[in-house]
C-alpha cells in the first residue's frame, strides 16, 4: 500500500461544478503539498499546509492531521482547471516528499 | 512564489553521449535541491538530494556515477547523465528548498530524449 493515496485516480467535470481531490497518508508528516501538473509537464505548487485550511482564488485546501487526511476543492471549475492534481507529503523524519500517484482532472466546457 | 528555472526545456541526444541539466533558483537561496524523474503517467521519483557544498544523497537504485549532481552555488544544481541510453529518455525535474521543513518549488522539468 503506497504511504499516500489519492483519490479519484480520474475526474471529468462539467465547466462550473464544485471539485474535491482527496489525499490520505499513513506516515507521520510535518506538512503536506498540493501539486499542479499540466501537459506540458511543469509542476506547480499550490499549497503547502501543515493544519487548517488555506485558500487561494478559487483553490482551497484543507487538513485533518487527526485522521490523516487532505481535501483540494476546486470552486466554479474552468477548462483552465484541468491538469493532474498531486499530493506530496513531506515526512516528519526528513525533507523528501512522498508523491500521491495524481488525480487527471478533465473539465469540459 | 518562489522561480526556479530548469535548462535546457527539452534535449535530444544520441546513445552514449552525456547530457547536463542546469536547475536554478532565480529569488532565493536554495539549501536544498532535488532530483526528480518522471516517467510518461506515472509520479515523481526522487533520484537524489544535494546540498550546497556537499555530495549527493542518492536514493536506491539511482546509480551516482551514471547522474553526476553538483550543487556548488546556493543558486545552481546541475544533473549531467553520462552516457546515455534510451532507457534514460524520461523528464528530469529539479526542485528546490531553503531547508528542512521548507517549501520545495518545483522547475519546469527537461525532457530528455536519447536516441
Known amino acids: 500500500k503506497n504511504e499516500v493515496e489519492q483519490s479519484p485516480q480520474n475526474l471529468t467535470a462539467q465547466e462550473g461544478e464544485f471539485i474535491t481531490i482527496n489525499c490520505s497518508y499513513s506516515v507521520g508528516i510535518s506538512a503536506l503539498h498540493w501539486l499542479q501538473q499540466h501537459p506540458g509537464g511543469g509542476i506547480v505548487s499550490l499549497f503547502m499546509l501543515s493544519s487548517g485550511k488555506k485558500k487561494h482564488g478559487r483553490l482551497i485546501a484543507t487538513i485533518n492531521i487527526q485522521e490523516k487526511h487532505s481535501s483540494l476543492h476546486i470552486t466554479a471549475s474552468h477548462p483552465r482547471d484541468s491538469a493532474v492534481y498531486i499530493c506530496?507529503?513531506?515526512?516528519?523524519?526528513?525533507?523528501?516528499?512522498?508523491f500521491g500517484t495524481g488525480t487527471r482532472l478533465a473539465v469540459r466546457p | 512564489g518562489a522561480v526556479v528555472s530548469q535548462h535546457p526545456s527539452w534535449v535530444i541526444c544520441k546513445s552514449g553521449t552525456s547530457v547536463k541539466i542546469e536547475c536554478r533558483s532565480l529569488d532565493f537561496q536554495a539549501t536544498t535541491m532535488f532530483w526528480y524523474r518522471q516517467f510518461p503517467k506515472q509520479s515523481l521519483m526522487l533520484m537524489a538530494t544535494s546540498n550546497e557544498g556537499s555530495k549527493a544523497t542518492y536514493e536506491q537504485g539511482v546509480e551516482k556515477d551514471k547522474f553526476l549532481i553538483n550543487h556548488a552555488s546556493l543558486t545552481l544544481s546541475t544533473l549531467t547523465v553520462t552516457s546515455a541510453h534510451p532507457e534514460d529518455s524520461s523528464f528530469y525535474i529539479c526542485?528546490?528548498?531553503?531547508?528542512?521543513?521548507?517549501?520545495?518549488?518545483f522547475g519546469p522539468g527537461t525532457r530528455l530524449t536519447v536516441t
Open positions: 506530496a507529503a513531506l515526512k516528519s523524519s526528513g525533507d523528501k516528499l512522498t
Open positions: 526542485s528546490a528548498s531553503g531547508g528542512a521543513g521548507y517549501e520545495q518549488y
